[in-house]
């Protein structure tokens, strides 16, 4: 089992920036068969996967949405995920969510809301 628990969500202006925080459990961040992503879900749309980065961390993908703003990274000695989130744009609004993987079986934390007024 893999515990997931996101935090630093908020409201900001835009332009503004954040950190998120995903706390992992279960496993270690480090782990190679541990895949790590964010996704995040706006009001009435789908969920959206804006990031994801490599089991030994050297290397990360970004959606085009958000290449160029956000980073993805890992702490190993503290066993967390993280969303740097810069340049911050009202349509960034939603909620946060943090997943890993391991083979076929998915795990999500409870989310964070990130708001972003103009």
């Known amino acids: 089992q893999v515990q997931l628990v996101e935090s630093g969500g908020g409201v900001v202006q835009t332009g503004d920036s954040l950190r998120l925080s995903c706390a992992v459990s279960?496993?270690?961040?480090?782990?190679?068969?541990?895949?790590l992503a964010w996704f995040r879900q706006a009001a009435e749309k789908g969920r959206e996967v804006l990031a994801t980065?490599?089991?030994?961390?050297?290397?990360?993908w970004y959606s085009n949405s958000v290449k160029g703003r956000f980073t993805i990274s890992k702490d190993n000695a503290k066993n967390t995920v993280y969303l740097q989130m810069n340049s911050l744009k009202p349509e960034d609004t939603a909620v946060y969510y943090c997943?890993?993987?391991?083979?076929?079986?998915?795990?999500w934390g409870q989310g964070t809301q990130v708001a972003v007024s103009s």
């Open positions: 279960g496993r270690a961040v480090g782990d190679s068969d541990l895949a």
């Open positions: 980065i490599s089991r030994n961390g050297g290397g990360a």
């Open positions: 997943n890993g993987e391991v083979g076929s079986r998915a795990y």
